[in-house]
């Protein structure tokens, strides 16, 4: 099995097959979730990263491969000095500026993207370590990045409900409802530590709205019950919790 895996780690056809597609395996694996969940970058997209990465690495092994044989002529007489490290260093550098176009402000204040940006960095490593015959990064990686973008999405959310804090956007009806809603937030036991009105004319609605950020009493920390009280209010039309 070891001498096997050492023929797979030498440049050959077999090998420049198999790694292409151990990184198109890595890259879909990995975009498939985030393609179920509508994405910015979804499946087409990671996998083609990945590709891209492992091809690019393929070929700096091409090249040095054909300056050590076919042309080594042009190495002597022109003295180039290869580096095939500098290609992996341009994808890693490169990559940044796809990432950065997955990353948008969407409304209230919430960053959408970050975590399709920095997984398609993951998936460039992928890629990489897979043209370099890294075989057992690549399963490794692919398996512990799915685990973290799939399954820690909800021990997030539930690490961030025990924190107490919740932020809420609320529409209302005037500037004078502030006084109700706050004094309904403190009646609750909570504190508020950040209170910010958005600017009405970025809305579709005609009502006022705000984002509050809320830190909940430890023995009335439920969510729902602090959605539900300040929904209850005559004055509110709306209420939701943002969830990042």
């Not at 393609?35 to 590709?51: F, M, P, W």
């Amino acid at each position: 099995m070891r001498d096997f895996l050492e023929y797979l780690r030498e440049f050959h056809l077999l090998s420049v097959v198999l790694r292409l597609l151990l990184a198109a395996l890595a890259g879909f694996s990995v975009g498939y979730g985030r393609s179920l969940k509508e994405r910015n970058a979804g499946l087409r997209t990671y996998t083609l990263v990945s590709i891209g990465a492992a091809l690019t690495v393929l070929i700096s092994m091409y090249e040095y491969q054909m300056l050590c044989t076919h042309w080594a002529w042009l190495e002597n007489d022109v003295n180039i000095k290869f580096d095939g490290t500098r290609f992996a260093a341009q994808v890693i550098s490169g990559i940044g500026f796809l990432a950065a176009g997955t990353i948008l402000s969407v409304s209230h204040q919430q960053i959408s993207g970050l975590t399709s940006a920095i997984g398609l960095f993951a998936a460039a490593g992928m890629g990489i370590a897979a043209g370099a015959g890294f075989y057992e990064c690549v399963i490794f990686s692919a398996v512990f990045i799915i685990i973290a973008m799939e399954g820690m999405q909800s021990l997030e959310v539930t690490y961030k409900r025990r924190l107490y804090i919740i932020t809420m956007f609320v529409e209302f009806d005037s500037i004078e409802d502030i006084g109700m809603i706050s004094d309904t937030i403190h009646g609750l036991g909570a504190e508020i530590f950040d209170l910010e009105i958005e600017n009405s004319e970025k809305t579709d609605s005609q009502n006022l709205s705000a984002i509050l950020i809320v830190k909940l009493a430890k023995e009335q920390g439920s969510h729902s019950a602090m959605l539900s009280s300040v929904a209850e209010l005559p004055c509110v039309f709306g209420v939701r919790e943002l969830i990042s």
